[in-house]
């Protein structure tokens, strides 16, 4: 049975970091790819970030970009997303999402992905 799930969410001034971790289990990690989303409430479901299964392709919202870090270890079947300078507008639920897809694409449509976490509260105050 495979399960996705997230930890590190939490409270965080505006300009502060957090880091989000996911270790998915009961697949074979190195044939997916993972992705962040995060759905604010009133709003539908968002792409944050996602990585192919080498990492060697990266996609970012324009959002996020230059503040959020995804990455992961194949070996450790973990994947981290390193946000820094948060601001009000990444307050969110964040989920993680495996995406099987063994050739090392990288898509960013929620419906693309295969398996989801519960979700994990990231709330920054002004």
């Known amino acids: 049975q495979v399960q996705v799930v997230e930890s590190g969410g939490g409270l965080v001034q505006s300009g502060g970091s957090l880091r989000l971790s996911c270790a998915p289990s009961?697949?074979?990690?190195?044939?997916?790819?993972m992705g962040w989303f995060r759905q604010a409430p009133g709003k539908e479901r968002e792409f944050v970030a996602a990585?192919?299964?080498?990492?060697?392709?990266?996609y970012y919202a324009d959002s996020v970009k230059g503040r959020f870090t995804i990455s992961r270890d194949n070996v450790k079947n973990v994947v981290d997303l390193q946000m820094n300078s948060l601001n009000a507008a990444d307050t969110a639920v964040y989920y993680c999402?495996?995406?099987?897809?063994?050739?090392?694409?990288?898509?960013?449509?929620?419906?693309?992905?295969?398996?989801w976490g519960q979700g994990t509260q990231v709330t920054v105050s002004s």
């Open positions: 999402a495996a995406d099987r897809d063994p050739f090392g694409s990288v898509r960013t449509q929620a419906i693309e992905y295969d398996y």
């Open positions: 009961g697949l074979t990690f190195v044939t997916y790819t």
């Open positions: 990585i192919s299964w080498s990492g060697g392709k990266i």
